[in-house]
Nanobody, 121 residues
């Protein structure tokens, strides 16, 4: 089992930037994939980005604007979000994947509590 804690959400104007963090503890950090998902009010949870031990993946809606990275010394994964748009407003969750597809939320086993991002127009 992995414990995950997100931070970094907040209110930002359109065009601005935020950096979310996901601190992990429990299993050895490099042995699973970390994914970011988001859920806007009234919408389904959707895939945003994922980082395996050697690859990064992005949803088309965020490609070129968001960047995922890790600091192994801190057991932390970051999601840098640039050029934010009102449609990026959502609660952002990080999750740990041990097997399955990186974009399928149902395959992820452990989830953080979420951090809220609000982008004003």
């Amino acid at each position: 089992q992995v414990q995950l804690v997100e931070n970094g959400g907040g209110l930002v104007q359109a065009g601005g930037s935020l950096r979310l963090s996901c601190a992990a503890s429990g299993r050895p950090f490099m042995t699973y994939t970390i994914g970011w998902f988001r859920q806007a009010p009234g919408k389904e949870r959707e895939f945003v980005s994922a980082l395996t031990w050697n690859n990064a993946y992005y949803a088309d809606s965020v490609k070129g604007r968001f960047a995922i990275s890790r600091d192994n010394s801190q057991n932390t994964v970051y999601l840098r979000m640039n050029s934010l748009e009102p449609d990026d407003t959502a609660v952002y969750y990080c999750a740990a994947l041990f097997s399955g597809h990186y974009s399928n939320a149902d395959d992820y086993q452990d989830w953080g509590q979420g951090t809220e991002v609000t982008v004003s127009s």
